[in-house]
């Protein structure tokens, strides 16, 4: 897999206004790489992460996956939204199998996927289970297996961890590392959450408070699973919080 980000720009509005939410992205994912979209509330993470879904498109630039330019969605990008966006009237299997249907995999495939993801995800008995009766993991997972059903070449997440509370969403990002672990894929996560973004990434992109910029680029370079209490980790979690306050004080 190969994603490159070539000079991505969006302004958005009309009239006369006009916010430039991106300037010049230039963005570069290679292999089986786990890269977190880090900044502050507005300053374009979810724009950029839209457009390389194929959501919308950008004022300049391009998108290539593996050389393709990207204008429209794909089952080749697997999409992981905050609220999880399960279809509420379908059941926790009818959610991981409608991707497939899509793609109109044969009857027989889609059942074994379905049962290879179920047990990936250890949802086997909750198949038949609708989003309402399930926990927040359960949800989280299922939303996650749903993504990688249509056997995506890239995970595109937008803060998959954000709806829930503080013990919940170490319990998700545990479990999603041990998810993604068994079946590794690109991945490129938004967040605002600097532990969050330690403790999953291999390379971290910080955005810039209000320049619509990558500003910084942090390699994390610790063992997996990752130990929070360990002092490497500590040491990059303050790296990290001196380069978002550095990034700060610089534009304000
Ligand atoms: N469709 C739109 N039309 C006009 N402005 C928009 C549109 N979508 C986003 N914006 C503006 O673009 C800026 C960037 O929004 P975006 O959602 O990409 O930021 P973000 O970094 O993901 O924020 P958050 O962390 O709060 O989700 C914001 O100022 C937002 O108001």
């Not at 041990?178 to 999953?200: C, F, G, R």
């Amino acid at each position: 897999m190969n994603l490159q980000v070539q000079g991505i720009t969006k302004h958005y509005g009309e009239n006369g206004s006009c916010k430039t939410v991106l300037q010049d992205i230039n963005v570069e994912v290679l292999g089986g790489e786990f890269v977190s979209l880090l900044g502050p509330s507005g300053c374009g993470k979810t724009t950029l992460l839209t457009i390389i879904a194929g959501f919308q498109q950008p004022c300049s630039g391009t998108v290539l996956l593996n050389g393709c330019k990207v204008d429209k969605p794909g089952p080749d990008r697997g999409v992981v939204f905050q609220d999880y966006a399960l279809f509420p009237w379908m059941t926790v299997g009818e959610n991981i199998l409608f991707p497939m249907q899509q793609q109109k995999i044969p009857q027989k495939l889609q059942d074994e996927k379905l049962h290879h993801y179920l047990e990936m995800a250890r949802l086997k008995g909750s198949e038949h289970l609708y989003p309402s009766q399930i926990s927040g993991g359960m949800k989280q997972r299922t939303a996650v297996v749903r993504a990688l059903a249509s056997e995506p070449e890239l995970l595109l997440m937008d803060e998959p961890f954000g709806a829930v509370d503080y013990q919940m969403r170490h319990n998700l990002q545990e479990e999603f590392e041990a998810l993604w672990q068994s079946n590794p894929k690109p991945v490129i996560m938004v967040t605002h959450d600097v532990d969050e973004a330690v403790y999953l990434s291999d390379r971290i992109l910080v955005m810039s408070t209000n320049r619509g910029e990558i500003v910084h680029e942090l390699l994390v370079d610790i063992d997996r699973p990752r130990n929070r209490r360990s002092n490497d980790y500590h040491a990059c979690l303050n790296k990290l919080t001196d380069i978002l306050k550095e990034n700060h004080k610089s534009q304000s």
